[in-house]
């Protein structure tokens, strides 16, 4: 069972799809770091040499993603609505910061805008 | 309950005193169903949904369009991993079904280059078969599977062709040949008589079966060190390609590379017993696959030694190529395909740059199913097309297509004017129609092996060939032995 | 009669009247009284029946007046000679030619050429007694089937109503059309001319076989060109000697055609009559779908390979290639779905 900065992945995995896990690392991210290690894009996380693990570990290590990445989200949302911006406000209602319409559609700006967010994911590193 | 019906059954009751059980409760049942007037039902409230409960489905089927509702596990068992890409893949080359044709000859390495052999059917050996199992030259689409044995028609192209390999053999000169045609023109075909015809002649035999497996990412990739432009080597597929060429080249009839011994110093990762063999060197590179480049290069190295054989040099769906791949640099920009390792030693070879002093054939066959559109390749083949019926005549270049300017420098050859020469480097192999001779010698064939039951006269041999298409051969085969009505 | 013919006919009479010096009718009783103007004294109405059948087709300009012609005069030559003398030379008898002549003109009336005048379709049973009266001449005559008879368009009522502007009913114009099929009977080489004339009033203007098509021909280079279509297809092909070849908008059939049985449809010309390896072909189709395209190509090259070989007609025919198939999608109309589907009926 290989692991990729100390997370467990089965062999049959394909190594864009288990890197997309973190939190923080989408197609593009996940592109640019298997060309940076030359890994192809339907490679499986079991053909991988131990070493070139050991470097996505090293490589994931010094990125901002999973906790990291939230705290900084969550802080800068903190600071907007410390501040008292409208955005800060807007934040704290759950109502979109944009200027978007608020008489329909505003499920996705409910389900995301609040101060802690991106509280659920992958905690417990 | 209609009136007839009424009548008639109440006139089998008083007749008929066996069925009147069973007529009496059918009537009994009508009788509890049948409705006169609709209006009250139409006018009574609708009966409400009962909350909470399923409602049971009463009757008819209705459509059920929702997914995954009620949908019904199949419990059947699924194929194993790999099953269904091996019956994909599976290459039959008999059919018990099939007469065996009693006059079928089979090439032999004194003949088979031979002009007499024009418009014969000619059987491929047992050997040979092997061989071109190993190099994975049969198609899953061409009809193998519908004859006793493999056997292959040496048309106008084929004799073109062993002219060339010939040339190639006697003078140890390197030839260079692209085959280009209509669709089902039999291009890949003509391809595995050329390997056929070096493989009787035991010659060295190198295809690359499919460039599109080479380039479409799916075998890893590391960058060649010391490389400037970086070249990218494929370890898993060089080692397969090492192993393929073992298993072709090395058959118990001829076991070639085991006679031919290691002979300069290689410089290789891994230590190489002294006064080894080819066949040594090339399981070294199986074994390790991150070794498999180097050793790739040792074995080249080695057949170009003097007193080698020729070599063939073979690749078909040559348009996948002439792009760029689609594995990434580390600048995520798409590498080019000549900077993979083993289609650069192909186009160095297809380009000229460099050439097989032991001589050799390179072939590289065009597809037209399954190409990517590549306008400097088809723009090349069109102007070497043109060139053979008219030199005076060659299209112009259409400066709206883009094109790679690395693959018309890899093909300059076969597009700028060149000195008139008998036998060309690099020309263009037009894969065109069967003749009439040769249709009626293959449909003969066809007869004879049993697929065809009709009289081969002129007419029936005109009719056919007409249809397909001015004597397109898969069209031919299509219409004469697999659409029999 | 209708108002129009009425008026010109009357206005034809009055000037005949007013204008003619001399009369237009034989005189057929004296006329005493010479100092009277002469005129026309016996006045018809309809225009002469012979006259208007014999003449072939029926002109717009008004026929010229003709009275009827039993009516004539004597001394006609006198009247012509001169104002003066002979009437001064005459003047003894003036007297009592003059009171005679009184009596004749109140003797005198006008009566119509044609005994239907006073009927209310004069023209149309002017043509049923006409064609009856033939009928009789010509009834011993004998007879081929109608099968052999030459094929005629007759006259629709409607353009025959047009024709006579009368309303003639359809089971009366029927009857005297049976008349005149059964005179199309005759043996035509016993066909008096004169009733091939008469029956003429009866055929459209157009007669079928009117037009010849200009038999098609090679060119100087051998080639016979055929035309055809079908749906929205239309082809044209070239047709030379050879050996089989066929090439469609430039590209070989195999790969113009993806499917087996349209490029069978597309040579099926030539393959029914074995002529496949007789012919180059030469196609250029567009419009359409593969089925339109490839049997548009199918008539093109029997029409093109009838050039060739005209005898091969019935062969060709038998095979289903000579006949253009008229079929074409049926045009979408308001209101339907489709060509006749109907929206759902819900009530309510």
Redesign the interface.
């Known amino acids: 069972m290989p692991f990729i900065s100390n997370i467990n992945f089965t062999e049959g995995t394909l190594v864009k799809r288990s890197l997309e896990t973190f939190f923080g690392i989408g197609p593009k991210v996940s592109q640019s770091i298997m060309a940076r290690f030359h890994i192809q894009p339907w490679a499986k996380v079991g053909s991988l040499k131990a070493s070139t693990l050991l470097d996505l570990t090293a490589e994931l290590s010094n990125m901002k993603i999973e906790n990291d990445l939230r705290r900084e989200i969550q802080d800068s949302i903190i600071r907007l609505k410390d501040m008292g911006s409208y955005r800060g406000r807007r934040h704290a209602m759950g109502l979109p910061v944009r200027g978007q319409r608020t008489r329909t559609q505003i499920a996705t700006a409910r389900k995301l805008n609040r101060t802690l967010r991106g509280g659920d994911g992958r905690l417990g590193m | 309950m209609p009136p007839p019906t009424c009548l008639r059954s109440f006139s089998q009751l008083s007749l008929d005193s066996a069925a009147r059980a069973s007529m009496a409760s059918r009537a009994r049942a009508h009788a509890q169903m049948a409705c006169f007037s609709t209006s009250a039902a139409r006018y009574a409230n609708p009966v409400s949904k009962k909350k909470g409960m399923a409602q049971t489905k009463k009757g008819n089927k209705t459509l059920n369009v929702k997914k995954g509702r009620n949908t019904v596990q199949d419990t059947g068992k699924r194929p194993a991993q790999g099953e269904r890409k091996a019956a994909r893949k599976r290459i039959v080359l008999t059919n018990d079904n099939a007469l065996e044709v009693a006059t079928l000859k089979d090439m032999t390495k004194a003949d088979v280059l031979s002009e007499a052999n024009q418009g014969r059917v000619l059987g491929i050996p047992e050997a040979t078969v092997d061989a071109l199992r190993a190099v994975e030259a049969f198609k899953t689409t061409q009809g193998w599977s519908l004859f006793r044995r493999p056997a292959t028609l040496m048309r106008k192209e084929t004799i073109e062709l062993a002219k060339v390999m010939k040339a190639a053999e006697d003078d140890k000169k390197t030839l260079r040949r692209v085959l280009s045609g209509?669709?089902?023109s039999g291009k890949s075909t003509l391809l595995l008589q050329g390997l056929s015809m070096a493989f009787v002649r035991q010659w060295i035999v190198i295809n690359l079966p499919e460039a599109q497996d080479i380039i479409n990412?799916?075998?890893?990739?590391?960058?060649l060190p010391d490389s400037q432009p970086t070249q990218?080597t494929q370890e898993t597929y060089t080692a397969s390609l090492l192993s393929q060429i073992l298993k072709a080249n090395n058959t118990a009839e001829n076991p070639m590379l085991e006679k031919i011994k290691v002979t300069t110093s290689p410089a290789l990762p891994l230590a190489l017993p002294a006064d080894a063999t080819l066949k040594q060197l090339i399981e070294l590179g199986i074994v390790n696959p991150e070794a498999s480049w180097p050793v790739f290069v040792a074995l080249w190295q080695e057949l170009t030694q003097p007193g080698r054989p020729p070599i063939m040099l073979a690749v078909d769906g040559t348009a996948h190529m002439m792009k760029e791949s689609?594995?990434?640099?580390?600048?995520?920009k798409p590498i080019h395909s000549f900077d993979l390792t083993i289609i650069r030693h192909f186009i160095d070879h297809l380009s000229g740059a460099k050439s097989l002093p032991n001589g050799g054939v390179i072939l590289a066959a065009t597809s037209q199913s399954n190409a990517p559109s590549t306008p400097a390749l088809d723009f090349s083949v069109q102007v070497a097309e043109a060139r053979q019926v008219d030199p005076s005549k060659t299209p112009r270049w259409n400066p709206y297509k883009n094109i790679d300017p690395r693959v018309m420098e890899a093909l300059k050859d076969l597009h700028s004017p060149t000195a008139k020469e008998q036998l060309k480097p690099l020309d263009v192999i037009k894969v065109g129609?069967l003749s009439?001779d040769e249709a009626r010698s293959i449909m003969e064939y066809y007869a004879e092996s049993g697929m065809l039951r009709a009289k081969i006269d002129?007419?029936f041999v005109?009719?056919k060939?007409?249809?397909?298409?001015?004597g397109?051969i898969g069209?031919l085969e299509?219409?004469s032995v697999r659409?029999r009505i | 009669m209708a108002r129009g013919e009425l008026s010109r006919t009357l206005w034809s009479a009055a000037e005949g009247l007013r204008s003619a010096p001399r009369p237009q009718c034989t005189r057929t009783m004296r006329l005493p009284y010479r100092s009277l103007q002469p005129a026309a004294r016996f006045i018809s109405t309809t225009p002469s029946r012979s006259a208007e059948l014999i003449k072939e087709t029926p002109e717009p300009t008004p026929e010229p007046f003709t009275a009827a012609p039993e009516f004539q005069f004597e001394g006609e030559e006198d009247i012509e000679d001169g104002d003066m003398g002979p009437r001064g030379g005459k003047r003894s008898k003036g007297g009592n030619s003059q009171q005679s002549n009184n009596q004749l003109l109140r003797t005198l009336r006008v009566i119509p050429a044609s005994r239907s005048y006073f009927s209310a379709k004069p023209t149309f049973n002017d043509d049923y007694l006409h064609v009856s009266a033939l009928l009789r001449s010509v009834a011993t005559l004998p007879t081929i089937s109608s099968t052999e008879a030459p094929r005629v368009a007759w006259k629709t009522i409607d353009q025959y109503r047009i024709m006579t502007n009368e309303p003639v009913k359809t089971q009366r114009f029927h009857k005297m059309m049976h008349i005149v099929k059964r005179l199309n009977l005759v043996h035509p080489s016993l066909m008096p001319e004169h009733i091939k004339i008469a029956m003429r009033r009866f055929m459209k203007d157009s007669q079928p076989g009117d037009v010849v098509p200009e038999p098609q021909v090679l060119d100087q280079w051998g080639r016979a060109r055929g035309v055809g279509r079908r749906k929205t297809s239309s082809a044209v092909v070239w047709l030379v000697e050879g050996e089989g070849e066929v090439l469609v908008n430039g590209k070989s059939l195999s790969q113009f055609f993806g499917r087996l049985h349209h490029r069978e449809s597309a040579v099926w010309a030539l393959k029914a009559t074995q002529r496949l390896d007789k012919y180059n072909m030469f196609g250029l189709v567009q419009g359409g779908g593969s089925t339109g395209q490839a049997e548009a190509l199918t008539l093109a090259v029997a029409k093109a390979l009838l050039v060739h070989e005209p005898a091969l007609k019935p062969a060709l025919r038998r095979a289903g290639c000579v006949t253009r198939d008229p079929r074409k999608v049926e045009r979408k109309k308001t209101g339907h779905v489709k060509a006749r589907k109907m929206p759902t009926w819900v009530k309510r």
């Open positions: 209509e669709r089902l990412a799916h075998t890893e990739y590391a960058p990218y689609d594995y990434l640099n580390a600048e995520v129609g009439k002129d007419g005109t009719e060939w007409s249809l397909a298409g001015m397109n069209e299509r219409a659409l």
